[in-house]
Structure formats: C-alpha cells, structure tokens
C-alpha cells in the first residue's frame, strides 16, 4: 500500500504521542518539556515505521531526512515559552497568569514557591490551602510553621531551601488535587527542578509522593526509603515524609517524621 510524507508524519507524531504508555496528550506535551524525546526517538520510531509497512516509501535517506524534520517541527511548534526560561524568576513571571486547569479562575494568588533558587534541597508539599492562597506563599499557616520547625530541628532554614508545591493554585476547600490538574501543572515544577538542580528532594504528603514517584503505595509504604529522582540535567535523592498538616491532626506521626528527616539530614551531610 501506498503512503505518503504526510502519513507516516501522522504515524510517528501518534507512536510518539502515546508512546511509553500514555495516552493523554497533556502527558505527551511534558514529556516533550522534560526532553524525554529527544531527535534519537524521533529516528528510531522512522526505523520502526520503515520497518514495518512503509519500505516503498522510504527509500531514500533525503525521504527520512524531511519526515524527521517535518516531525521536529511539529513537536517545536508544541514548545511554550516558558520551557525556555533560564531562571526561576523568569520562570515565575512566564507562568504567574496560568490558566490551564480551572484552578487558575478561583485562586487569589498564583502559588510559585519560595527559597534559594541555587538550593541543594527542594521541599515539594501537595498545593496551596487558604493562607498561602491569600498569601500567595508556600507553607505559611499553622502547617508552614511546623514545616519551619522540622527544617530548623534538622538545622536547614527556609532560605536555604526551596519550597513549593504540586499545584501552583488553591483547590476551592482545600479538596484535594485532580489527576487533570496534576498532568497539566506538574511540568511547572519539572522546570523549577531543572533550573534548581537540587541534590535532595524531600516530598512531604500523599499527593506530592505519588506524583513524584509516579507510584500508588500509601504513604506508609513509601516513607523511611530514598529513590533516585531524575529530572532534566540531573539526579537528586528524594525521601518521602508525612505532611505538615497530617502532623497537626494526628501527632501521633510526629516520630516518624522525626526520624525520616534526621535521615534525610544525615544522607544530605555525607554529600
Ligand atoms: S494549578 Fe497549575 S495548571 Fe492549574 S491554573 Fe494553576 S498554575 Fe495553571
């Protein structure tokens, strides 16, 4: 059968799109933030197509050249602006207006996060509740100053680290987050990593293990470990540990904590 360019374009940019699994195109579009595929992709999945049912039409290497052109195009085209952004400032102001989930209309303020943006730690907490809405800061409120709390017992103060969240915006009666709103503001804090580079990423809460870790334990399961983070340009040890707030309404999880942070503190002074 007969296939032009413009078919096997469509075929690639499909295998791409739903390629390692997934299926949704918001996930498609962070992969493509996080560079995960990259132009070799590109190449191998022409080998496949060509391999498969396509050979009358690829017979020349000029052919392949154009359709792996043709094919980095239509991913640039799917770039934002943001993904450029060489700073955290600059990626701040870049995405501050966000409105791509409906988060975005009820906020007060957008949530970017706060701390050294050269930090050898990042904090990652679920999204903002009602005072760091109004605040338009991470972690403040009664949970912000347990958060200061731990951080200090374990001698980092918050200027030295960067703080943030999951979600850049308040879900309405602190409900908590959708597997939608996650997929579309989580490349927000994939860049914030990239730009950080931070060696230690301490997750603090369910929503923020899960999504990081891409796993579905309880939190129970996946505390006291440290996993190998990769983010673009670079690797950081991450260790799970309870929320803030959990830790407000059940102390009973304090020692727990306690004890995952010393270890986290210890692994962070060995390096
Ligand atoms: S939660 Fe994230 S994706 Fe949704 S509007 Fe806010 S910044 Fe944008």
């Known amino acids: 059968m007969e296939r032009n360019i413009n078919e096997i374009l469509f075929d690639t940019i499909n295998f791409l799109k739903f390629k390692q699994e997934h299926t949704s195109y918001d996930i498609f579009e962070n992969y493509i933030d ?35 052109k ?20 600059e990626l701040n102001k870049k995405i501050c207006k966000c409105q791509k989930c409906p988060l975005g209309k009820t906020r007060k303020n957008f949530v970017f996060g706060t701390g050294n943006p050269d930090a050898g730690v990042v904090v990652v907490g679920e999204a903002p509740g009602a005072d760091e809405d109004m605040q338009g800061k991470p972690f403040v409120g009664r949970a912000g100053q347990l958060l200061t709390d731990i951080l200090k017992a374990i001698n980092f103060s918050r200027d030295e680290v960067f703080i943030c969240n999951i979600l850049k915006c308040r879900p309405p009666g602190n409900r908590n987050p959708m597997p939608e709103e996650i997929n579309l503001c989580e490349p927000y804090l994939f860049k914030q990593l990239e730009l950080i580079k931070p060696k230690f990423i301490l997750a603090v809460g369910t929503f923020a293990a899960q999504t990081l870790l891409k796993k579905k334990e309880p939190l129970g399961k996946l505390r006291g470990q440290f996993y190998d983070f990769e983010y673009e340009g670079g690797v950081a040890k991450l260790m799970v540990t309870f929320h803030p707030a959990a830790l407000l309404r059940n102390p009973n999880w ?16 060995k390096e």
């Open 70 to 89: 043709r094919v980095s195009k239509e991913i640039s085209l799917l770039r934002e602006d943001w993904m450029d952004c060489g700073t955290i400032d």
């Open 34 to 68: 996080r560079n995960i595929l990259t132009d070799e992709d590109i190449k191998i999945n022409i080998t496949l197509i060509e391999n498969q049912n396509t050979e009358e039409n690829l017979k020349t290497q000029a052919v392949k050249d154009k359709v792996i």
């Open 254 to 269: 304090k020692r727990p904590t306690w004890e995952d942070v010393q270890l986290f503190r210890k692994e962070y002074d």
